[in-house]
Nanobody
Framework: QVQLGESGGGLVQAGGSLTLSCVAS????????MGWFRQAPGKEREFVAQ???????YYASSVNGRFTIARDNAKTTLFLQMNSLKPEDTAVYYC????????????WGQGTQVTVSS
């Protein structure tokens, strides 16, 4: 089992920045892909970004160029640097682990709230 704990959410004005962190524990995740998702009120959860064990990254078009996903050298902590935040980025952000690297995420954190005011 993998436990994931997000932190770093909060309230920020439009145009501001936040960095989210997600600590993985329970078993090593260094070989797995990890990702960030978000869910806004009344909407379905959506993909934000992914980083493979190789370091290759993928982004949703809505955040590409503004958000950066990264993981530490030990690959136990996942980060999401969010710049130029917009009110439409307001959501609960979740980190997740893709154990089989098949696009299906197996472990999820509890989420951290990000609110961007206009």
């Amino acid at each position: 089992q993998v436990q994931l704990g997000e932190s770093g959410g909060g309230l920020v004005q439009a145009g501001g920045s936040l960095t989210l962190s997600c600590v993985a524990s329970g078993r090593t995740v260094s070989r797995y892909a990890m990702g960030w998702f978000r869910q806004a009120p009344g909407k379905e959860r959506e993909f934000v970004a992914q980083i493979r064990a190789s370091g290759v990254t993928y982004y949703a078009s809505s955040v590409n160029g503004r958000f950066t996903i990264a993981r530490d050298n030990a690959k136990t902590t996942l980060f999401l640097q969010m710049n130029s935040l917009k009110p439409e980025d307001t959501a609960v952000y979740y980190c997740a682990v893709d154990r089989d690297n098949d696009g299906s995420y197996d472990y999820w954190g509890q989420g951290t709230q990000v609110t961007v005011s206009s």
